[in-house]
DNA sequence: GAAATCACG
DNA sequence: ACGTACGTGATTTCC
């Protein structure tokens, strides 16, 4: 029987546990006066990750005392120099900590000389020699270098509960590097969190791309001659001694000479009386109360998870077989559910699927294979079978990477449940179900989430598991399409989000192609501008400070050089745009900051962020757009967000240089609606004035400032009174309020109501209009959109007025932003059929909610456009025309 | 893990 | 009098 071997990194997890829960610090304070954040969350740990781990034996390791005396500070003395000092409030929690540990049944070590990561390093091995599983769990990166086929190493990733698993296969995956690599990898870019260099100007694309060529660091030395001349040769070759160093400095030691062995380790799970008395003095009332509950349960026979099973009214659920399948094949009607493991269903792994209907009764499996059956693949293909299920779009991007294509769907609960309602909506099945009386267990407790994540190892539990919820979702559909038809949403269903679905689907599937060298040149430049401004603006302040920390970076304009406050946050200081903007006259070294500001945002979140996420099998960026999300109707765009590409400035919008056709001899192409949102409203409101104004091709802005300003039809419209009005339309579009268009146009709440009202003299419909549908909400409680897409506002009757208002000017803005979104998503389903139908290689790649982007090739261009820009100022029919712009060039820069 | 900031429409 | 413009997502700090 194979022992399982649990190795914990804890100083590492210890320093995350104790900014995990940092914003609790004040309030986690015995009467003692000791902190106990970091306590608190490592007992978390401990119990919700370590002990259903269940190990043979585990160890926590500890960082020596005395840091620097490790052979790593002889050989760089300025070796994690220049760390912050650990605050006083964290170190006393230090001694707490390893009694926490013994009390739980670890381990703790710790030796002169060494680092955690050693003591680890050297017990992986031992442990590996023994034919262990080996399981490391750290908040450090550099662990991965110790992965191996027998050894785990799991990594937090956000507090110190979620839990990424890195194996060697996952490091290939996601670095493109093997373990022994990742310590090249710092030895050519040295680490600057432990303070020491690597080689010039090598950062981790470069790396990267060298270790690719060269595998490791000694036959890129042994090659370095032959490299063509470059700067980066010169470095490397200057450097070479730093890169040495370097790599020692990053090796792990797995020969440490330890006064232990894994024989001392015997994990017997927590003691509970050491609990008790830890607790007792931590003050820890929940955690004790929590252990006393567990006492009496285990002292009960009675189980209460088996009695709970048994009430649940469901088919019993089988494992899939030939005959089975057999039978499902000549079924009209199934219900089908696939579990994967993380939410990105580009990349995630599938778990395990059922499938069945109450007549067949519901079959499951973790087997994949069973996909490449023909009898389940011409189920999922074709179209005569209805298919109920949750989320299509998830389903047919699974199917896709199976080589299927999914068709046939019938019910999406998670749209339908959407279109219902959005309030609320979390877009899980066992809580959307629940809104129906169906109680089913959610995944979260099923899987765990985070770092519990786990698949149970008993089958037949998964099995029940996703056949329950095929189950469901098979008797949901009668239901919740009534409630459809009450609200007259079937159309809105099955000719628009289900539809769009697959459109969305296929978007997706395509991916944009992206070109890294581009995004990793562009880098580089703003790294060199960005420590520029960093030394000039230390230069400046006279002093170095993280200009990245609001809270410093107040102190320093506020305190030390006593520049006006001219806006506060709850926390502090306001170091906003806006004040910056207006302080930079004052202090040169501000306009230093905004734009340091300006370029550390592109870098981290465009650059450092789309390099993260290309997909290296084919160099594109996979989006996912989230259909269910929005109160409004909108898309959203997540890992990445698409939707938020920099444009508004020069400097930002050269990322779009690197979003490129997936072909040669290709164009990137766009195609967005003018003033949707006011064409929207003049439609919807029937206002005259507005109606003109569109139906004559006008420049709406100057259009809305003549007669807010009573200027006459021929006269020059000032741009100062353009602005305005064009402030005025935005307003009008979110609900308007004199308050923040005084706010916006830094003018007197006074003036700002005068505009107001002289634009309702002007527009007098819009007025009408918005008065109405405020009435409206209060009355019926929802507003609708022109396709019957409703958003409920549960506060439109509040007490509080702030509440009411918030819900009153919603009532205005979403029927103008949710029937913008109607009309571009019926758009986008026109398109994506008429391309097909013309037989055009186009291909859709993004919507970025009044614009869609497609890659074409050259030749197509024409019809391509002549197609796109009729479909879309066709796709609903108002009583406003609808117009639509576009633009085509090698990249996206150039195509809008 | 909340708050601040900033990117888009 | 109340006090905010509408809809999103990602990164960074906190030390």
Known sequence: MTKKLLLIDGNSLAFRAFYAMYQQLDR???????????????????????????????????????????????????????????????????????????????HNYEQNGLEADDIIGTLSREGEKAGDDVIIITGDQDLTQLATDKVTVKITKKGVTQIEEYTPAYIQEKFGLTPAQIIDKKALTGDTSDNYPGVTKVGEKTALKLLTEYHDLDNLYAHVDDMK??????????????????????????????SISLDDLAYNGPKTKGLVELFESLHFKSALAKLKAHQLVDQDDTSVEEAESQSANFHPVKELDEAALADLAKADTLAIQIDTDADNYHTADMLAFAIGNDDLGYFASRDFTWFENQTLRDLIENPEQKLRLFNAKEVWVLMHRLDLTLAGVDFDFMLVAYLLDTVGNDNVLSTLAARFGLYLPADEDFYGKGAKFAVPTDDQEV???????????????????????????TALYHDIELPLSFVLAKMEAQGFAVKEDRLEKMGQELDEKISQLKEEIYQIAGEEFNINSTKQLGTLLFEKMNLPVIKKTKTGYSTAVEVLEELAPQAPIVSHILEYRQLAKIKSTYVDGLLAVVDQADQKIHTRFLQTLTQTGRLSSVDPNLQNIPMRTEEGRKIRHAFVPSHPNWLIFG??????????????????????????????????????????????????????????????????????????????????????????????KIHGWMEQIKEQAHKDGFVETIEHRRRYLPEINAKNFNRRSFAERTAMNSPIQGSAADIIKIAMIKVDQALTKEGLQAKMLLQVHDELVFECPKEELEQVRKLVTSVMDSAVSLSVPLKVEDHAGPTWYEAK
Do not use: C
């Open 229 to 258: 001349k470059s700067k980066m040769k010169e470095n490397l070759i200057a450097d070479k001694e730093v890169a040495y160093r370097a790599q020692k400095l990053a090796t792990i030691i797995t020969d440490a000479d330890l």
């Open 28 to 106: 986690m304070v015995t009467p003692e006066g000791l902190h106990t954040n970091a306590l608190m969350a490592f007992n978390n740990f401990l119990e919700s990750i370590v002990l259903p781990m269940q190990p043979d034996f585990a160890l926590v390791a500890w960082d020596a005392k005395s840091g620097k005396e490790t052979f790593r500070g002889d050989l760089y003395a300025d070796y994690k120099s220049g760390r912050d000092k650990t605050p006083v409030e964290f170190k006393e929690q230090f001694p707490y900590l390893r009694e926490m540990v013994l009390a739980h049944g670890l």
């Open 463 to 489: 099995y029940d598991h996703l056949g329950h919820k095929a189950e469901a979702l098979y008797g949901l559909r009668d239901k919740a399409f009534e409630e459809l038809a009450e609200h007259k949403q």
């Open 671 to 764: 195609a967005d609606y003018s003033q949707i949102e006011l064409r929207v409203l003049a439609a919807i409101t029937g206002d005259p004035n507005m109606k003109k104004a569109f139906m004559e091709d006008e420049d709406i802005h100057a259009e809305t400032a003549r007669a807010v300003f009573g200027l006459k039809a021929d006269e020059p419209v000032d741009a100062n009174h353009r602005r305005t009005a064009k402030a005025v339309n935005f307003g009008i579009v979110y609900g308007i309020s004199d308050f923040g268009l005084s706010k916006n146009l830094g003018i007197s709440r006074k003036d700002a109501k005068s505009f107001i009202e002289t634009y309702f003299k002007e527009f007098p």
